[in-house]
Nanobody, 123 residues
Framework: QVQLVESGGGLVQAGDSLRLSCVSSGRTFTNYFMGWFRQAPGKEREFVGAISWSGRSTGYPDSVKGRFTISRDNAKNTVYLQMNSLKPEDTAVYYC????????????????WGQGTQVTVSS
């Protein structure tokens, strides 16, 4: 089992930055591809970014490309999501996830999920 705990969410204004963290415990962190998703009220869960075990490969959807950066510190079993130039439409609960298959895989392939952290961006 892998346990994931997110932190760093909060209320910010449009244009501000925020960094989310996700600490992993349980099985070997470097075995897993790590990702971030978000879900706004009434909407489906949306992929935000993912990173390979080495950190050399990342992927983002067009909606956040150039604004969000995912990184990981394998020594600390932690993955980060740096969010810059935040917009009101970025408001959502952000979830950390892990899987053994890859960065560009369906939502159903992500095996482990954190409890989520709320990000609210005011205009």
């Amino acid at each position: 089992q892998v346990q994931l705990v997110e932190s760093g969410g909060g209320l910010v204004q449009a244009g501000d930055s925020l960094r989310l963290s996700c600490v992993s415990s349980g099985r070997t962190f470097t075995n897993y591809f790590m990702g971030w998703f978000r879900q706004a009220p009434g909407k489906e869960r949306e992929f935000v970014g993912a990173i390979s075990w080495s950190g050399r490969s990342t992927g983002y959807p067009d909606s956040v490309k150039g604004r969000f950066t995912i990184s990981r510190d394998n020594a600390k079993n932690t993955v980060y999501l740096q969010m810059n130039s935040l917009k009101p439409e970025d408001t959502a609960v952000y979830y950390c996830a892990a899987n053994l298959r890859g960065t560009q895989v369906p939502v159903s392939t992500w095996n482990y999920w954190g409890q989520g952290t709320q990000v609210t961006v005011s205009s």
